[in-house]
């Protein structure tokens, strides 16, 4: 039993350094974004949050906070990111110069999106291994705050439009 308990042990601290999530330094950046009310209304309809994602045409939103397991303040690299997301139903993803490296590990992407579920969640590359389900926590003029999991954890951010 305790042989199990050491294995589980070693296991989470090597799956948690190896994700490269922890960086305690507060920047400027965290600071304003400290500052920033997260919305917590949400649009009337799905075709109210879809016309307000991609403005008709293309919109690009940039992170302005993020926080890993509820803690502020871990992921200064994500601070940096931005996605432009298509009325086709594409985006583009751009990490920034600053990557967070384990499933981060490179700066430009692209993929899918969809609003599902009313309007309560954004379905992103359906049907590929990193398919991946965000709830709408908020959505206000220019503010999108969106949660979701990673490893079991919670992962919260709110975007800006740019």
């Not at 309809?45 to 016309?51: D, G, M, T, W």
């Not at 045409?57 to 906070?65: A, F, L």
């Given at each position: 039993?305790?042989?199990?308990?050491?294995?589980?042990i070693?296991?989470?601290?090597?799956?948690?350094?190896?994700?490269?999530?922890v960086?305690?330094?507060?920047?400027?950046a965290?600071?304003?974004?400290?500052?920033?009310?997260?919305?917590?209304?949400?649009?009337?309809?799905?075709?109210?949050?879809e016309?307000?994602?991609?403005?008709?045409?293309?919109?690009?939103?940039q992170?302005?906070?993020?926080?890993?397991?509820?803690?502020?303040?871990l992921?200064?690299?994500?601070?940096?990111?931005?996605?432009t997301?298509?009325?086709?139903?594409?985006?583009?993803?751009?990490?920034?110069?600053?990557?967070?490296?384990?499933?981060?590990?490179q700066?430009?992407?692209?993929?899918?999106?969809?609003?599902?579920?009313q309007?309560?969640?954004?379905?992103?590359?359906?049907?590929?291994?990193d398919?991946?389900l965000?709830?709408?926590t908020?959505?206000?003029?220019?503010?999108l705050?969106?949660?979701?999991?990673?490893?079991?954890?919670?992962?919260?951010?709110?975007?800006?439009?740019?």
């Amino acid at each position: 039993m305790k042989t199990q308990i050491w294995i589980s042990i070693v296991c989470i601290v090597l799956v948690m350094s190896s994700c490269d999530v922890v960086e305690f330094a507060q920047t400027a950046a965290e600071d304003r974004a400290s500052l920033i009310v997260e919305p917590t209304t949400l649009p009337a309809s799905e075709v109210e949050l879809e016309q307000a994602f991609h403005g008709g045409d293309t919109r690009i939103w940039q992170t302005i906070s993020f926080s890993f397991a509820n803690i502020d303040g871990l992921q200064e690299c994500r601070l940096d990111d931005q996605m432009t997301i298509n009325a086709d139903g594409t985006y583009e993803y751009d990490g920034g110069n600053t990557l967070c490296n384990g499933a981060d590990n490179q700066r430009n992407k692209t993929g899918t999106w969809e609003i599902t579920n009313q309007g309560k969640n954004i379905l992103f590359n359906a049907g590929r291994q990193d398919e991946y389900l965000a709830d709408v926590t908020g959505f206000d003029d220019d503010l999108l705050a969106i949660s979701g999991q990673y490893m079991g954890l919670t992962i919260r951010g709110i975007f800006q439009m740019k």
